[in-house]
């Protein structure tokens, strides 16, 4: 299933929100969220308690990399917490399917808390509008975009990161000097303009090491590992490619995605570039979590 634009699951959200009676407390169908994101961003509709269970143990009870157990609030008693988000219900109701729409008579679905709801979709990055759009209450659509683009660098980044391993593992084993190499595919994106220049553009300290992708924007992070996807897609299909041909190959299409980015969102890299460095986006964004963790883990849809 295609994923949704950020538009169409705003509005989706909110008019499928349901508030429970006398309260400000919020719900939303385990179905509802099922038709819009798919059973791969979900789980089966056949499991829900099961697949709401496994969400939140991974929210609440899984230690982050870097973190001791001294520096997570967990729930003493877990089913208790558990309990608080989700309801089960049995009703009529539509699921999207396979082979099209089906009825379901009398059948099993759950009311899911907030906080629920986002340990759902937490899980799959690629969906970080969603993860905000429960994270923050009563935000606008344009905040929620403004957010998304922000948080979105730290999956993207690390996409990048893989696919410029693969290239550098190319250029290496045709034993090319990896200094210049870099050079030209960084010289070809940002049209001629060097790493320093570009940092002192935007008053970053110039450090040796410190890539310039540290701080690109999510459009110029995927319009790069899309130009590197292209070049290695070409190079597994032409046999003994010489590092010529692929240093051509990668400098081609990185000019190609960069004129393509200006088509279609009319901005060039070189304009797709922030100050600010992905680890403190990292940073930013796991207070947040643990900031709507604190706020909305002891809120009781029953």
Not at 172 to 188: N, T
Request: hydrophobic share 35%; glycine share 4%; proline share 4%.
């Amino acid at each position: 299933m295609p994923r949704p634009k950020p538009q169409i699951i705003f509005e989706y959200l909110n008019n499928t929100k349901y508030i429970v009676p006398n309260t400000n407390t919020e719900y939303w169908l385990f179905s509802d969220l099922y038709n819009l994101f798919g059973k791969e961003n979900v789980g089966s509709n056949e499991f829900i308690p099961k697949t709401v269970n496994t969400a939140l143990r991974d929210a609440v009870l899984k230690i982050p990399k870097g973190k001791t157990p001294e520096d997570i609030e967990t729930p003493e008693y877990f089913w208790d917490f558990y309990a608080k988000h989700l309801t089960t219900i049995i009703h009529n109701y539509t699921i999207n399917t396979d082979k099209g729409i089906k009825q379901i008579q009398n059948g099993h679905d759950a009311k899911l808390s907030r906080f629920a709801c986002w340990s759902i979709l937490k899980r799959n990055p690629r969906l970080i509008f969603t993860e905000l759009y429960f994270m923050m209450p009563n935000a606008s659509f344009s905040d929620l975009s403004e957010a998304s683009y922000k948080f979105s660098r730290i999956y993207l980044r690390n996409d990048l990161a893989s696919s410029e391993k693969i290239v550098n593992g190319i250029a290496y084993r045709h034993k090319a000097k990896m200094g210049l190499f870099h050079q030209l595919m960084e010289k070809s994106f940002f049209y001629d303009i060097d790493i320093e220049t570009l940092k002192n553009m935007y008053g970053i300290v110039y450090e040796p090491g410190d890539p310039i992708s540290n701080y690109m924007g999510s459009r110029s992070l995927m319009a790069k590992q899309k130009a590197l996807n292209i070049a290695v897609k070409r190079y597994d299909e032409i046999k003994n490619m010489t590092l010529r041909d692929f240093s051509y190959a990668v400098t081609k299409e990185l000019n190609s995605q960069r004129i393509k980015l200006f088509q279609k969102e009319g901005i060039f890299p070189e304009q797709d570039l922030t100050s600010e460095h992905i680890k403190n986006v990292r940073r930013d964004l796991y207070n947040k979590r643990q900031e709507f963790i604190k706020q909305f883990s002891n809120i009781n849809i029953r």
